[in-house]
């Protein structure tokens, strides 16, 4: 019994150490897997003692013992549930099961890839959709009819026609959530043709107006709409010299007909239709274009020999083509123009069948232009080639004519340059057909010279293209004995000709000659001329030089010629006797620049190198254009009066003024129309005004925020700022000469019009008011000097201690000391502390000041008066301690003058002169003011 209970506790101490496998499965339970991908099936085992493998079986089917069961590439047929067993030998097993989904996009199948039908019946057609998980939606549509879309399973067409033929596609998706991916959504599709028996439709031929080349292919493409079913045969025919009857004979049966090598007889109409067992289509015809490039029918004599002086040359050639070509006349690259009237070109057009055009050009070398009437003369040698071009194509001939002449010198200098123990080149350059032969002499000797054994002279001939030979003498270690002129003598058999070609040594350029102006711009002019020899120095370098002149009347305004030679002719003019320089190195033309807009100049050449400088070139004048027209300075608009005023800066330009009215403001289509032109009246010394009443100008009906409806001007002005709609009118300045050359746009002020006010005071008007201020204030000042002279004695004596005068020879003058020879009248300065000019322009200043703020001014004046007067009764009564002045001056800012000039007439009818006191404060560098009734 002992050994029994002995046992049993035992295997209960035992069994706290064993435990049956308990299984968990997963990642996932189910598993949702997208098809084609990884399926990893876990199973995790917890036992004691452990287990050392596992067993996975589906449906009873053993499939594995590892702990991780791996599927690489998931398929459907892999769904379905799978169970992992575990067992540690205590007698009893652990197994759990996890379902394996597998998602797969929809499988959509259609019984019948087509389905025929007849017209008018109804046609149903099944779409299958198999997908895991379930389709979200089934639709059908339609190949090239984007508004077709119908929902289902079933298509349902009732009564068709030829036009629901087509192919028809069921389309269905759903939504798929694999187990550690994002959601995706799944597409299946699959197709049905419909087929609707029916006759061909109408007939079409592409392309639907064919133009071929002659030896070219072309392809024609029949077809139907609707095609028609069952398929249709396609018949082509062709009109044969317009004749019907000739159509029914067939060209071929298929939907396509093929010219390999079109000839003009291919040309004409074109027939196709379509045909089936229900019927035949109407017929498509075209019409085929055949078209023919230039071709030659007399061609230009490849060389032809002529000499100078035959009378009435003519060259001529043929060609035909299809459509009419276009003939020109080219000589070495460059077209003949009639307009140089050396030749004359005459072109004979000629139609024939099928519309070929046969033309016949003659070009006659005759005309105005040439020296002796209609002779030939060297410079018509060269290649002439008869161009004929048309839509197809282009073809030419040419010609190389050569002209018998004499030699023609053509070197530009008589002139060559080289310093001794130089090898100089005196080269002669001539035109002549035959070749010629040359000849060179030297001074006075009649000898010719040849190539000497010891190498001195070196005698060559170049040829180049266009019959031109230029034979080179060489002359190797140059001495003084071999300058002096040579003679180069070509002959050839129809003439011989000599010239002089002078060897010197080396020295300054030659003066440039025919200076003109090619191009002229805002701010440069471009310049060309014919440069002298240079010396020998091919460093040789052209410089321009210039000034400003006055710009001639034809281009300036009548008051801007005359002030404008006013001004150019004063010594502070911008006409300045000194030439300004531009250095144009080799450049010919030369660009000069920078340059002042609308400003006339004189330029001329001169050329400078090592040796020297030339004399200068001819004088040409230019005037370059305007660059930027300034806008108005001020437009308004009454829209009472209908009266719109410019008001234009001081200009020389002839200018135009281009008013717009805004039209359709309501609507979204709003814009700026031209209502009128107005030719200005500028002046160039100052501003102008210049008013005209336009009547046309767009109106209508302006309504405040309150709905009060506006009717006058000033409600009109009130309405455009209350509504925010902007400028009704706007104004630009263009050149009177070109209309395209304009400024910026100014708007115009909608209301009364200011502009009579404001721009009233112009350069004059201010000039005679400054003129007249001054001669106030100098009036003014001797009066108040005259008075002081008469009343100071007088004061002195009443008021021996009450105030002490200021030294005339303080660094202060007193502000009423008695005038002197040096002194001017009130307001005082120190000797030549400002002139008159600076005195001119303070009172310009103080006039101008009075008249834009006159009301201020006279009550400011008004009040310090009453001010002024309230400070003298307290000075009388103090005791002896001056009393500060705070009146500001209106010269306070100069010479530390902190006293103001009032009238000598007070508020209250008391006259009263300002004198500084002395003191401290005066010391100080400060003003004290006393008032002292006179």
């Not at 452990?50 to 459907?76: D, E």
């Not at 040309?267 to 019927?279: Q, R």
């Not at 209301?751 to 007249?772: D, N, P, Q, R």
């Not at 004198?915 to 008032?931: F, N, Q």
Request: one cysteine or more; charged letters at 20%; glycine letters at 6%.
């Amino acid at each position: 019994m002992e050994k029994f209970n002995l046992t049993k506790l035992s295997l209960d101490i035992l069994l706290l150490f064993l435990d049956y496998p308990r299984v968990e499965v997963g990642p996932q339970n189910p598993l949702r897997i997208e098809r084609d991908h990884v399926a990893k099936l876990d199973c995790r085992v917890d036992a004691k003692p452990m287990v050392s493998s596992v067993r996975w079986t589906r449906n009873g089917q053993y499939v594995s013992t590892t702990p991780i069961h791996t599927i690489y590439r998931v398929n459907r047929h892999h769904a379905g549930k799978y169970t992992c067993t575990a067992d540690n030998g205590l007698g009893k097993s652990g197994e759990k099961d996890i379902l394996l989904d597998v998602l797969y996009p929809p499988i959509v199948v259609i019984e019948t890839k087509t389905h025929e039908a007849e017209e008018g019946e109804t046609v149903i057609v099944r779409c299958n959709v198999t997908s895991n998980p379930p389709a979200v939606t089934i639709e059908w549509l339609k190949e090239g009819a984007p508004d077709f879309r119908y929902m289902g399973e079933l298509l349902t067409l009732v009564s068709v026609r030829a036009e629901h033929a087509g192919n028809y596609i069921c389309r269905a998706t759903n939504h798929m959530q694999p187990f550690g991916s994002k959601r995706v959504e799944g597409v299946g599709n699959s197709t049905v043709a419909l087929l609707v028996r029916h006759r061909p439709g109408q007939a079409y031929i592409t392309p639907n107006k064919p133009v071929v080349h002659v030896g070219n292919g072309v392809t024609l493409s029949c077809s139907a709409s609707p095609p028609g079913w069952p398929v249709p045969q396609y018949r082509w025919f062709r009109d044969m010299n317009n004749d019907l009857s000739n159509t029914q004979k067939i060209l071929a049966q298929s939907p396509q007909y093929s010219i390999p090598k079109a000839h003009l007889g291919s040309e004409g109409k074109y027939h196709c239709h379509a045909v089936n067992e229900l019927g035949m289509s109407k017929m498509a015809t075209i019409t085929l274009e055949v078209h023919q490039p230039p071709q030659f029918l007399a061609k230009l004599q490849q060389h032809m020999t002529r000499r100078v002086g035959d009378v009435d040359y003519v060259v001529t050639c043929s060609a035909k083509a299809k459509p009419s070509p276009i003939i020109r006349w080219i000589k070495d690259g460059t077209e003949i123009l009639l307009g140089r009237k050396m030749y004359e070109i005459r072109t004979i057009p000629t139609e024939t069948s099928n519309g070929i055009v046969t033309v016949q050009s003659i070009l006659k070398f005759r005309g105005k232009g040439r020296p002796n009437g209609n002779q030939l003369v060297p410079a018509d040698r060269g290649l002439y080639t008869c161009l004929y071009e048309n839509e197809v194509n282009s073809a030419n001939s040419s010609m190389h004519l050569r002209i018998e002449h004499e030699p023609i010198v053509l070197h530009q200098y008589n002139k060559v340059a080289f310093d001794v123990r130089e090898s100089g080149e005196v080269m002669c350059k001539v035109q002549a057909y035959p070749k010629p032969e040359f000849q060179w002499q030297y001074g006075n000797n009649p000898s010719p010279l040849t190539m000497s054994s010891d190498g001195h002279y070196e005698i060559s001939t170049r040829v180049d293209n266009n019959d031109i030979y230029t034979s080179i003498l060489r002359i190797n270690h140059l001495s003084h004995s071999d300058y002096g002129d040579y003679t180069c003598r070509a002959v050839n058999p129809l003439d011989a000709i000599r010239t002089q070609i002078r060897l010197q040594p080396k020295g300054p350029p030659e003066r440039p000659t025919a200076l003109k102006v090619l191009e002229t711009a805002h701010n440069f002019v471009i310049l060309s001329w014919l440069p002298g020899f240079n010396g020998g120095m091919l460093s040789t370098k052209f410089l321009a030089t210039y000034r400003r002149v006055t710009t001639p009347r034809d281009q300036l305004l009548s008051d801007c010629a005359v002030s404008a030679q006013t001004y150019m002719s004063s010594s502070n003019g911008l006409s300045s006797p000194e030439w300004l320089e531009f250095d144009c190195f080799r450049d010919n033309p030369c660009k000069v620049s920078p340059l002042d807009q609308h400003q006339s100049y004189v330029f001329k050449i001169y050329a400078l190198n090592a040796k020297g400088s030339s004399g200068y070139s001819n004088e040409v004048m230019a005037t370059t254009k305007v660059s930027k027209i300034p806008p108005p300075l001020h437009v308004t608009y009454d829209p009472n009066s209908h009266v719109v005023g410019i008001n234009v800066a001081a200009t020389c330009l002839s200018l135009i003024a281009i008013v717009e009215s805004l039209v359709n403001r309501e609507s979204s289509i709003a814009a700026w129309e031209v209502v009128d032109t107005i030719a200005m009246q500028a002046s160039g010394s100052e501003a102008t005004l210049k008013e005209t009443t336009i009547n046309h100008i767009a109106q209508r009906t302006h309504y405040s925020t309150s709905g009060r409806p506006l009717g006058h001007a000033e409600d009109i002005t009130l309405a455009l700022a209350e509504n925010n709609q902007g400028p009704a009118v706007r104004v630009k300045l263009c050149l009177r000469s070109n209309h395209e050359h304009c400024g910026e746009y100014a708007n115009a002020e909608v209301g009364k019009s200011y502009l009579v006010e404001t721009s009233s005071f112009t350069t004059s008007v201010v000039v005679a008011i400054v003129i007249a201020s001054i001669a106030f204030l100098l009036f003014t000042g001797f009066s108040i000097v005259l008075c002081r002279c008469r009343r100071s004695s007088i004061a002195k004596n009443s008021n021996t201690g009450a105030v002490k005068e200021y030294d005339l020879d303080s660094g202060r003058p007193s502000i009423v000391a008695q005038t002197t020879a040096n002194q001017p009248p009130p307001p005082y300065y120190p000797t030549g502390s400002i002139d008159s000019k600076s005195l001119e322009a303070h009172a310009m200043e103080l006039t101008l000041t009075a008249v834009q703020d006159a009301e201020d001014l006279l009550h400011h004046h008004h009040h310090h008066h009453q001010h002024s007067y309230q400070q003298q009764e307290q000075q009388m009564q103090s005791s002896s301690l001056p009393s500060k002045s705070t009146a500001s001056s209106l010269y306070g800012a100069q010479n530390g003058y902190g006293c103001h000039m009032t009238n000598a007439i007070g508020a209250e009818g008391e006259n009263y002169q300002v004198v500084p006191s002395s003191g401290h404060h005066a010391l100080s560098g400060g003003t004290e003011c006393k008032y002292h009734e006179v």
